[in-house]
T-cell receptor, first 115, second 113 residues
Framework: NAGVTQTPKFQVLKTGQSMTLQCAQDMNHNSMYWYRQDPGMGLRLIYYSASEGTTDKGEVPNGYNVSRLNKREFSLRLESAAPSQTSVYFC??????????????FGPGTRLTVL | DQQVKQNSPSLSVQEGRISILNCDYTNSMFDYFLWYKKYPAEGPTFLISISSIKDKNEDGRFTVFLNKSAKHLSLHIVPSQPGDSAVYFCAASEVDSNYQLIWGAGTKLIIKP
C-alpha cells in the first residue's frame, strides 16, 4: 500500500498563476483533508471532505477550492496564487468520520513557493 | 488566539533518558488529544492519543498524561532513542467539531548520543 500520495513534491509559481495539488489514498478512507503548515505554526486545516461527495471549509479556506473526485482522490486548487500561499501543503485521510477517532494518515507534502 | 500551545520550540535530551514534551490548551470543550511525530520531508505520523475520560495512556515507550483541570497534557518517552529525534505535534479535537484537529506549533526533540 502506498498510503497517501501527493503530487507534485515541489512547485514554484508566479503571483496570479493557478495550479492544482493532487492527493490520492489507497486505504479506503472516507474522510480526507488539506492542511498548510507555515514556519513556527501548527498545521491549519484548509478544507476537508467527510465523505465522498461532500466538502467543507476549514480554518483557512480563502484563496482555495477543492474537489473530491471520488473516494480515493481529493484535489486542492489555487486559482490565483499569492505570495501568502507559500507554504507546505499536506493531504491526509482518516477511516472514521467522528471527532473521537481522528487518527489521520498524511502524505509527504508539497512545498509551494509563490514569487 | 492559539487554542493549543507547545511552548518549547525545541528540547535536547541524552539518549537513554526520559523525554517530556508538554502541551497546553485553552478550550475546555476539547475531548480528544493526539500526538504526532514528524521527520523532515515527511508528513506527520500518528503516535498516541488519549480521550478526555482518561488521564493516562501508554503504548510501549510512549505515555501520554492528561490533566484536565490544568488543561495540560504531556508526552513521556522512556528511554529516549536516537530515532526519536523529530518534531512532535500535539493536536486536539472537540465533540461536534466536524472532524477538525487543532494543532500546536510543534516541539523539535533532539536526542544526543
Amino acid at each position: 500500500n502506498a498510503g497517501v500520495t501527493q503530487t507534485p513534491k515541489f512547485q514554484v509559481l508566479k503571483t496570479g498563476q493557478s495550479m492544482t495539488l493532487q492527493c490520492a489514498q489507497d486505504m479506503n478512507h472516507n474522510s480526507m483533508y488539506w492542511y498548510r503548515q507555515d514556519p513556527g505554526m501548527g498545521l491549519r486545516l484548509i478544507y476537508y471532505s467527510a465523505s465522498e461527495g461532500t466538502t467543507d471549509k476549514g480554518e483557512v479556506p480563502n484563496g482555495y477550492n477543492v474537489s473530491r473526485l471520488n473516494k480515493r482522490e481529493f484535489s486542492l486548487r489555487l486559482e490565483s496564487a499569492a505570495p501568502s500561499q507559500t507554504s507546505v501543503y499536506f493531504c491526509a485521510s482518516s477511516e472514521a468520520g467522528t471527532a473521537s477517532y481522528n487518527e489521520q494518515f498524511f502524505g509527504p507534502g508539497t512545498r509551494l513557493t509563490v514569487l | 488566539d492559539q487554542q493549543v500551545k507547545q511552548n518549547s520550540p525545541s528540547l535536547s535530551v541524552q539518549e537513554g533518558r526520559i523525554s517530556i514534551l508538554n502541551c497546553d490548551y485553552t478550550n475546555s470543550m476539547f475531548d480528544y488529544f493526539l500526538w504526532y511525530k514528524k521527520y523532515p520531508a515527511e508528513g506527520p505520523t500518528f503516535l498516541i492519543s488519549i480521550s478526555s475520560i482518561k488521564d493516562k495512556n501508554e503504548d510501549g515507550r510512549f505515555t501520554v498524561f492528561l490533566n484536565k483541570s490544568a488543561k495540560h497534557l504531556s508526552l513521556h518517552i522512556v528511554p529516549s532513542q536516537p530515532g526519536d529525534s523529530a518534531v512532535y505535534f500535539c493536536a486536539a479535537s472537540e465533540v461536534d467539531s466536524n472532524y477538525q484537529l487543532i494543532w500546536g506549533a510543534g516541539t523539535k526533540l533532539i536526542i544526543k548520543p
